[in-house]
């Protein structure tokens, strides 16, 4: 399985839904989310509550607060 990590910086802040999020362009992960992981600050890993929303060439993902994030694919 490979992964993709971003940071809490990566993040985007939508003022009007008062979320955090970040387009994740299809190709870069193989057309597909396997799992979404918080990278902990102690370097665990906990299961990510998120939307997920799918459009023609790109993932959004969105949070209440920027994350440290894994993506699996």
């Known amino acids: 399985m490979n ?3 971003f940071t809490k910086e990566n993040w985007s802040f939508d003022v009007n839904e008062q ?3 970040i387009k ?3 190709l870069e992960i193989n057309n597909q989310i396997k799992s979404l992981q918080v990278v902990n600050n ?3 890993f ?3 509550d998120c939307e997920i929303q799918e459009e ?3 993932f959004i993902i969105s ?3 920027p994350v ?3 993506i699996n694919f």
């Open 3 to 5: 992964f993709i990590e």
């Open 19 to 21: 979320q955090y999020w």
């Open 24 to 26: 994740i362009p299809k």
């Open 42 to 44: 102690d370097g665990s």
């Open 46 to 48: 906990s299961d990510a």
């Open 56 to 58: 023609l060439s790109v």
């Open 63 to 65: 949070f209440e607060y």
């Open 68 to 70: 440290n994030l894994r």
